[in-house]
């Protein structure tokens, strides 16, 4: 009896025990991505955080790529160890990324055998969360020939009572997991294994929302980028513009282009909650050639004095230096030249008033990407009121 009250406790402190409904009148559902590969990167007691009422966090749980040295799609950078990843007010939807590349390597049938890879890693992700002995047990013991950690299920212990307690906590957490969401920029030459990837995977995860995200070309050509055959999408508003690009004033937001590809009279086949951006970066290129995204924050706080300002958003850089603390640093070289992207916080309002006006179900979420300290903080204004005026 002990055993099941202190169990009882554990998945309320975990889960948390009430159903998070929101207050009539408190608008549509408040959602942001996480992208960090650690959850320790954020605070989730930061005060400006817990006022915004966050209901949905978006989480990254890993990306997939092709390798050619494995000629394999293998899984790159999974999240990794969390503590308060799972707070009792929020629905969590893991996110997996998938390269095009890698689907231009597989047919419809190898594209049906990574779903089922892509399950057992998000399955053993999910698991991890519950125990994080057990994360450790496949996340640093070998893979299998295709780059997957093998089944945590599968691999024999006597703890008997741990393993019970490990057990009720993921049964758990896979009650609560409402929605798997599935990020890829597919094209029309692709679009026939990625959707076969999400036919299979709608199958491996029964009973819960399989959801895509949506390129705003994807969006407006519906036609030729074809309709992912899932229950839900999730329209890109941004990055409409060429990154690699020199003259590209703003590859982040820029609304006119934004609102180029949203207005028109045709209705998209697909329920969508829709995505806005509130993040900055800062371009690399050399003599005209892009070269690397960088962190605009890092450049500012680390390597500022390496900076010649060029106006507002541009700066060459003045002498050669290394960007990074590892062996994967970016070198740069006097002459580069940067350009520092923003979006315009009353352009992203103004499009997120249109959305509002022209969403296509009733019950669409408005999300955020991504969530970090410094633009959180910076727009926490604005995102509030775009929040309930959605």
Known sequence: MVRICFLAAALCLLLGCSDNERAPGGGATRGFYYWHTRSGRFDWEDSTYLALDVDRLYVRFFDVDWSEADHAAIPVEPLGYWSHLWPDTVDVVPVVFITNETFTHLDTAGAAVLARQVHRKVMAQ???????????????????EDGYYPDPYRQRSKRFDELHRRDSLYDALLHRLREVQFDCDWTAGTRAQYFAFLRETKKLFAGKLVSSTVRLYQYKYPGKAGVPPVERGMLMCYNAGSVKDPETANSIFDRKEVMSYLEGEHRYPLALDYALPVFEWAVLYRDGTFQAILSAGMLRDDYNRYLEPQGDRRATVSEDFTYGYTNQGVYLRKGDQIRFERPDMKDVETVAAWLHEHKNSADAALTFYHLNHYDLTKYSQALEAMYRAF
């Open 126 to 144: 999910l698991n991890g969360i519950s125990d994080v002995q057990s994360y450790a047990l496949y996340q640093d013991g070998p893979t299998d």
